[in-house]
């Protein structure tokens, strides 16, 4: 008899009482009932475990929402995801979750068919769908920009085309790519997303499942015109360290991975580790290909091979 997959929902919280109850409301809403959510607080000083226990307690029937227990220490992002995976229960899929979105209905029914039917479920697969960007005031900001069907490993390079909220992925990924290696401070969507790149598969659905809520400190840059994000590139990349850590953490990927890379995959990714030398400086200026999606992020990254910054 076929079994129905099931999903993992893995949802860190964080001082996240202002907008938790909303996103639970939209997990507990999912059209696809076969689902089970995960959630780890990182110490809140707000009243944000009360809520989650309330919820428990109110949907005790179902058993969907399991509490962890943090044992008292605070990991950060993306590691307080990460020891959800440890510690969960094993799934067909897994869903990662921040505590301030909200979900459309059939988010995890479309990542369920999508990725069923996969013909490589033996690799690593990570699905993403489109998204909608909202203010915390409920204004409309702009969808999540297209993506290219076949994103390659030049893709994940310097840019993550989905952020983690609406990644779904299957137990290879979970086992190949965060259990079985030490993923480091890399952001858990660059790092699923670059490895399933390389070794697996990535399914991007055009459909919007989320609606991802942009606080009044967040808005200004990502949300505006390329020149406040040329602005914003100049402060945090080329005056700043962003770019210096992007590339620390390719270089771990790197290491971490060596011996699984194909040929191709090394020589790419030695281009862009290596120590900069006035060839590497050129090469990587005039680098054939786009790595970023704005232009106003592609010119910047431009401009840090000219100066050989990364």
Aim: aromatic share 10%; charged share 25%.
């Amino acid at each position: 008899m076929h079994t129905a997959p099931t999903v993992n929902i893995l949802l860190a919280t964080y001082n996240g009482s202002k907008h938790i109850r909303k996103q639970l409301d939209s997990l507990l809403a999912q059209t696809y009932p076969h689902i089970t959510i995960y959630i780890r607080d990182d110490g809140s000083q707000d009243n944000t475990v009360e809520i989650v226990k309330k919820y428990i307690a109110d949907n005790s029937s179902t058993k969907k929402i399991t509490l962890l227990d943090n044992d008292g220490v605070n990991l950060g992002c993306p590691a307080s995801f990460y020891q959800i995976l440890k510690e969960c229960k094993t799934a067909d899929y897994y869903a990662f979750c921040d505590q301030d979105d909200v979900w459309y209905p059939d988010k995890i029914k479309w990542a369920v068919e999508k990725l069923s039917k996969s013909p490589q479920k033996v690799k690593p697969l990570v699905y993403f769908s489109a998204y909608e960007y909202y203010t915390d005031t409920g204004k409309f900001l702009r969808q999540s920009p297209p993506q290219k069907k076949h994103i390659t490993l030049t893709d994940v390079l310097y840019y993550t085309p989905a952020s983690g909220f609406v990644l779904v992925f299957n137990e290879a990924a979970r086992q190949e790519l965060i259990l079985s290696v030490a993923p480091g401070k890399e952001l858990h969507d660059r790092w699923l997303l670059r490895g399933a790149a390389c070794f697996g598969s990535i399914i991007y659905d055009p459909r919007c499942s989320a609606a991802h809520i942009r606080h009044a400190k967040a808005v200004t840059a990502e949300d505006s015109g390329n020149s406040s994000l040329i602005r914003s590139f100049l402060k945090n990349e080329i005056c700043g360290t962003a770019m210096c850590d992007s590339k620390k953490y390719l270089q771990h990927f790197q290491k971490t991975f060596q011996k699984r890379l194909g040929k191709s995959q090394r020589k790419i990714l030695a281009l862009f580790t290596a120590p900069n030398t006035l060839t590497r400086q050129i090469r990587k200026l005039f680098y054939p290909r786009r790595l970023r999606a704005r232009f106003a992020g592609e010119i910047a990254i431009r401009i840090l091979f000219l100066i050989g910054k990364i």
